[in-house]
């Protein structure tokens, strides 16, 4: 029976976990750890749902590293692992293995990490050693097993992680094909962070004779996040961020765009302002966002800026805020932004700043989703500086679909027929103007308070703010 005063020594783990357990700070499991430790010590295959922050990574390699250690092989083969993770991301392969390395502290077992963006010959290198526990991401594994460097018929275990972000990013061949490499006999766990129609038909092809495991409602937004909307025109988003970041002292903010090069232009904003600020997308190389993301860690960064895909399985310590600086045109990825926040237990705040002619559909989305009404928070007084040149030189570009010519397609999303009347995704025509001038600084105060010039047709300004040029 699993009640809230549980101890991890109540869950039947080796006395060298506890031990290491211990030492990490831990005493109670959390709800997921509680119900799945011991159906995977028992060997049953796992279907698990749990929402970001709930400890599920615990959650697997506890039991794994106690199955591991328990039964140690004779005569074991280098590059022949006997538990393979896969994982969608580079980061979260990272902090699975750190996870690996926390818990796994007293007991002798190897383990290692493989992803693309990096030199492969060092993982040649490393496979050439005896191995029990691979984490990696599909694609870095399939080129490895092409080059016969990885020998996967000795599996036992096979773990899938945030599998439902793996079907999101188009991984389901990969899957497919690591699939047909592993022994037919061997214990499967598939975690994910909703129970979706494509996550059980995936489950069938994989599970056999499962448990199920749920410690919350499909598509729930963490009641520890204090949700709050700021209703903002889209060219003052950047000002109004920067204003909240030094009004209310933040000191660790993560904040997500759609697209990989907005998360740049973002950055570089700040950066400007003069708030430390670093972008993590997917065309950044493997050192550029293991840097961007240790300064965030250790607080010589204060704005980490990033797209879905980039920031997907981030596990950030008592992370306090989220910023949603454009809302996502999968309303399921806001449950997964918020969840950034508001982990283990602690608090934490997300606030979106929401153009409405374009993205109040997707505000309207994303609240049917979660079965309530977002706060709407006061537009505090701000600044709103002159256009940036870059902005100032670029005459309005059409925005198109997602993922056809006039567009930029979101990271990691895939083209969807839009909906009827919806301007989301950009789908809506941009208006044919010329080029912008600059204005005058005489001119400004007025043009901020009539939309920053957009033309008599424009709607009110939602904010009363000050315009100076810089």
């Given amino acids: 029976m699993i ?3 549980m101890q991890f020594a109540g869950l039947g783990l080796a006395e060298p976990l506890l031990r290491a357990i211990a030492d990490a700070g831990y005493s109670r499991p959390t709800p997921i750890q509680a119900q799945a430790i011991p159906e995977v010590l028992q060997g049953r295959d796992l279907l698990a749902a749990a929402q970001t922050g709930t400890g599920k990574t615990a959650g697997f390699t ?11 092989p004779q005569g074991q083969r280098p590059g022949r692992p006997r538990c393979l993770i896969l ?3 580079r980061e979260l392969t990272a902090q699975v293995e750190e996870s690996v390395q926390t818990y796994g502290k007293y007991v002798p077992l190897k383990s290692m990490v493989m992803f693309g963006g990096v030199n492969i010959n060092p993982q040649i290198a490393a496979l050439k050693k005896p191995l029990d526990i691979l984490v990696a991401t599909p694609g870095r594994l399939l080129d ?14 096979l773990v899938l992680d945030e599998a439902d972000r793996m079907l999101d990013m188009g991984f389901i061949r990969d899957i497919r094909k690591v699939l047909a490499l592993l022994p037919a006999r061997r214990q499967n766990l598939l975690f994910s962070a909703t129970f979706s129609d494509e996550i059980r038909t995936l489950a069938k092809g994989v599970l056999n004779d499962a448990v199920e495991v749920s410690v919350a409602r499909r598509n729930t937004a963490s009641e520890l996040v204090q949700q709050t909307v700021l209703l903002v025109q889209k060219e003052h988003k950047r000002d109004l961020l920067s204003h909240l970041i030094r009004s209310r002292g933040w000191e660790q903010v993560l904040v997500f765009t759609r697209t990989k090069h907005g998360a740049n232009r973002l950055a570089e904003k700040l950066v400007r302002d003069g708030i430390s600020a670093a ?10 966002r293991t840097k961007a993301l240790s300064g965030f860690k250790d607080g010589s960064v204060s704005v980490l800026v ?19 600086f454009e809302l996502p045109n999968v309303p399921e990825d806001y449950v997964h932004r918020i969840g950034r926040t508001g982990r283990a237990g602690a608090t934490g705040a997300a606030v979106s700043l929401v153009d409405v002619p374009e993205e109040g559909k997707l505000l309207a989305d994303i609240e049917r989703l979660i079965k309530r009404k977002i706060d709407r928070e006061p537009l505090p007084e701000f600044t709103v500086t002159a256009p940036d040149r870059d902005d100032r030189d670029r005459p309005p570009r059409p925005q198109g679909r997602p993922g056809r010519p006039g567009g930029q397609r979101a990271e990691g999303q895939r083209s969807a027929p839009p909906r009827q009347g919806s301007r989301h995704g950009g789908t809506g025509k941009a208006p044919q103007a010329a080029a912008p001038q600059r204005p005058s600084p005489a001119a400004q105060p007025q043009r901020a308070q009539q939309g920053a010039g957009t033309g008599p ?7 009363n703010a000050k315009a100076t040029a810089r």
Avoid: C, W, Y
């Fill in 3 to 5: 009640t809230s005063e």
């Fill in 62 to 72: 506890l039991p794994i590293l106690h199955l591991l250690s328990k039964s140690r």
């Fill in 87 to 89: 994982t969608p991301t």
């Fill in 144 to 157: 490895h097993a092409g080059q016969k460097t990885v020998d996967l018929s000795g599996v036992e275990i």
């Fill in 279 to 288: 972008a993590i997308h997917g065309n950044k190389s493997q050192s550029a």
């Fill in 306 to 324: 990033a797209t879905d895909i980039a920031a997907r399985g981030l596990d950030i310590d008592q992370l306090p805020q989220v910023v949603n």
């Fill in 457 to 463: 047709a424009r709607r009110p300004a939602l904010f």
